[in-house]
């Protein structure tokens, strides 16, 4: 089973696979729909306008459910990117082919009366031939919707490519994050016992082992906020024993999503022990923690009439680190990121909370936090009529009032993504005024997509790694 949870969906023999599938559905649907024989009913004028009628109607189509989505019920707080959308409407194309040939299905005309036969054998005749034509229509039927089930499989595949979430089956299915095991006791820092010594003091030994990956509950001890399990990586350095004080990376993933989302879209792991690789063993402790409570679920990060994310961010995951790790306590040595949503929220923490993170990685992060695309309908939410308080919590504001000298930002976007790289242009040039040390960039040949963050991740852990003194 472990073979099959590790077979890749996103290129490989899978993505071929679906390729061709995809094709060839789509070709047969074409074929049989426009240019079918033996039909009681034909689409009017040629075959290039009809076809040119079902693109034109699915791309309304998924415009209305896409505008449905983004300004009726606010499902996002941004538009979607072109590209999933096309998929999406080459989806609709195939379903509406497949409507059409139904339209059109075989006329199942019976075998005409021969001059000689009897009646017993015309009525035989015609029992053979009406279970003839059944079977063909059973057959037809079944080829014509095996073929959309491909064009529909290739379209959520690219999708899934684009938004880079799901690598492996083990991903789609979640097998690979259930077999993470839970935080164990001989992981915990132990009570009573002494700080640990400093990275400067600390010495790697010849033999380190991996970084580790564990699950583990954070209570809202404060806050009362009801989280899911979050995902905590512990570097080489950390399973040394005396174990040095490692400075600490909190991660928040995209919305809709969830922490694991990080483990599978964002390659955490591989990531982080390629840093560690580079640097004697030594990577930050990283929590990946959940600021939403569910998939759906959107608190902006914030104290609100919704939830009291932030001090479930600020108070009860700070404490819950320092209780349970080996770590730097010093707040220079923390350091908040995130994706998409995430980024947003870790510009919330480092400027609504510098005494507790001192930098923040922002991959694709939005202009300021959104339940909604109009801008009243998130503080509706949030704050009633209050726009005032929703506007005092923002980073922008924040970072025009406030003074940050000795605080770090790292910001990335893909350079396809051109409304999110407005975004960190617009924050980057907010938190250099603000007394930031910025970097930011855009990551070629991407989107808004958790490749961004991906491939971001690197340049962010080398931005840190300056900032906390961890040399190569």
């Not at 019976?110 to 029992?127: D, E, F, I, L």
């Not at 109009?374 to 980073?395: C, H």
């Not at 808004?448 to 491939?455: D, F, K, R, V």
């Amino acid at each position: 089973m472990e073979f099959i949870d590790d077979l890749r969906v996103v290129d490989g023999p899978v993505a071929w696979a679906a390729w061709a599938a995809g094709a060839a559905g789509l070709a047969y649907l074409l074929w049989h729909a426009v240019f079918g024989r033996g039909r009681r009913w034909r689409p009017p004028g040629p075959a290039a306008v009809t076809l040119a009628g079902v693109v034109l109607l699915a791309a309304a189509l998924v415009a209305a459910v896409h505008w449905f989505l983004i300004y009726a019920v606010s499902v996002f707080p941004s538009e979607l990117p072109a590209e999933p959308l096309a998929w999406s409407a080459a989806a609709v194309v195939a379903l509406l082919l497949l409507l059409l040939r139904g339209v059109g299905r075989p006329s199942g005309v019976g075998v005409r009366n021969g001059a000689g036969q009897n009646s017993t054998q015309q009525n035989s005749t015609r029992r053979n031939s009406t279970r003839r034509n059944r079977a063909d229509a059973w057959r037809s039927r079944a080829a014509a919707a095996a073929a959309f089930l491909a064009v529909l499989a290739l379209c959520a595949v690219q999708i899934n490519i684009y938004f880079g979430l799901n690598h492996t089956v083990g991903d789609l299915t979640g097998a690979a994050v259930a077999r993470i095991p839970t935080l164990d006791a001989g992981l915990r820092r132990a009570a009573g016992a002494p700080a640990a010594a400093g990275l400067e003091q600390w010495r790697a030994p010849r033999d380190l082992p991996s970084g580790i990956i564990r699950k583990a509950a954070i209570p809202g001890t404060i806050s009362g906020f009801q989280s899911r399990d979050a995902y905590v990586y512990l570097p080489p350095a950390y399973q040394s024993s005396p174990r040095p004080a490692l400075p600490v990376l909190v991660l928040f993933s995209g919305q809709p999503g969830s922490p694991a989302d990080w483990l599978t879209g964002g390659a955490l792991q591989r990531r982080l022990d390629s840093f560690a690789a580079q640097h004697a063993g030594v990577a930050p402790v990283t929590v990946v923690v959940d600021p939403n409570g569910s998939a759906s679920a959107n608190t902006l990060c914030m104290d609100s009439r919704i939830a009291r994310a932030d001090t479930y961010l600020a108070r009860d995951v700070p404490d819950w680190i320092n209780q349970t790790f080996d770590v730097d306590p010093d707040p220079r040595k923390w350091a908040a990121g995130g994706f998409s949503f995430g980024g947003t929220c870790a510009l919330q923490m480092v400027t609504r909370h510098p005494d507790v993170y001192g930098a923040a990685l922002a991959f694709s992060s939005e202009k300021e936090p959104a339940i909604a695309k109009e801008r009243d309908k998130t503080i509706q939410a949030t704050f009633g009529a209050d726009a005032a308080s929703f506007d005092r919590l923002t980073p922008l504001s924040v970072m025009a009032k406030d003074r940050f000298d000795g605080h770090g930002a790292y910001f990335a976007a893909g350079e396809r993504d051109p409304e999110f790289i407005g975004h960190m242009d617009v924050l980057s040039e907010a938190a250099r005024k603000a007394g930031f040390t910025v970097e930011s960039h855009r990551i070629a040949n991407l989107g808004h997509s958790w490749e961004t963050a991906a491939n971001g991740l690197p340049g962010g852990l080398d931005f840190l790694s300056r900032r906390w003194g961890i040399a190569p």
